[in-house]
């Protein structure tokens, strides 16, 4: 399983862009990178997916290199609300392999006034 | 998230006791999945399920047991708490019919092990 490496914290202020970077040096050529989000109390929760280049949705960007030993994830204009712990998970996560996605450490993002 | 309900949301219990936590799901998933969380750190993975006759050991299983007694129902049993047991529980469920598989997890049990 390919190990990640996150900022264990990053703070931030409400309308600002957050960018987390996540480490995966030894990523497989199957595996897709996943990113989640959990707040105090709650189980985490899909953000995004993305196997290469650039992943756009309503929430997130997920941007990827061409070598895939890294991954970023871009948070615009962050509010209070996105106060969490955010993990980036590297797997493939096609239903043959079944789920072979393994959580880290993640990252604690703060969000202030 | 709402489709998977964990039973208790806490319990406190004593060294030695036999604990049950459950989860139900309505999502109609084939795969269930029991993390644990320990303060701090991320989710380890203890038991899954990919199906009702599919029982397979996760990173963490020592100590602990489960059952699917049905597709939308499994639960998981610590057979003699310990206190280093004490953790934040979670159950989730994944669709193997779609290629990029999510996790749906349920809101956690805090488990206490005096």
């Known amino acids: 399983l390919a190990k990640t490496t996150q900022p264990i914290s990053m703070d931030s202020y409400e309308g600002q862009e957050v960018n987390i970077t996540c480490s995966h040096n030894?990523?497989?050529?199957?595996?897709?990178i996943t990113w989640y989000q959990q707040f105090p109390s709650q189980g985490p929760r899909f953000i995004i997916q993305?196997?290469?280049t650039k992943v756009t949705n309503e929430v997130a960007s997920l941007f990827i290199p061409a070598d895939r030993k890294s991954s970023t994830l871009s948070l615009p204009r962050v509010s209070l609300s996105d106060t969490a712990v955010y993990y980036c998970?590297?797997?493939?996560?096609?239903?043959?392999?079944?789920?072979?996605?393994?959580f880290g450490g993640g990252t604690r993002v703060l969000v202030k006034p | 998230d709402a489709d998977v309900t964990q039973t208790p949301r806490n319990r406190i219990t004593k060294t030695g006791k036999r604990i049950m936590l459950e989860c139900s799901q309505t999502?109609?998933?084939?795969?269930m999945y029991w993390y644990r969380q320990d303060p701090g750190l991320g989710l380890r993975l203890i038991y899954y399920?990919?199906?009702?006759?599919?029982?397979n050991k996760g990173e963490i299983s020592d100590g602990y047991s489960v059952s699917r007694q049905a597709q939308a129902k499994f639960s998981l049993s610590l057979e003699s708490a310990i206190p280093n047991q004490t953790a934040l529980y979670f159950c989730?469920?994944?669709?193997?019919?779609?290629?990029?598989?999510?996790?749906?997890f349920g809101s956690g049990t805090q488990l206490s092990v005096l």
């Open positions: 998970l590297v797997g493939d996560p096609l239903p043959a392999a079944g789920n072979k996605l393994t």
């Open positions: 993305g196997y290469k």
């Open positions: 030894n990523i497989a050529t199957n595996d897709y």
């Open positions: 999502k109609g998933h084939d795969r």
């Open positions: 399920s990919f199906d009702v006759k599919d029982i």
């Open positions: 989730a469920t994944s669709d193997p019919g779609q290629n990029n598989e999510k996790l749906f």
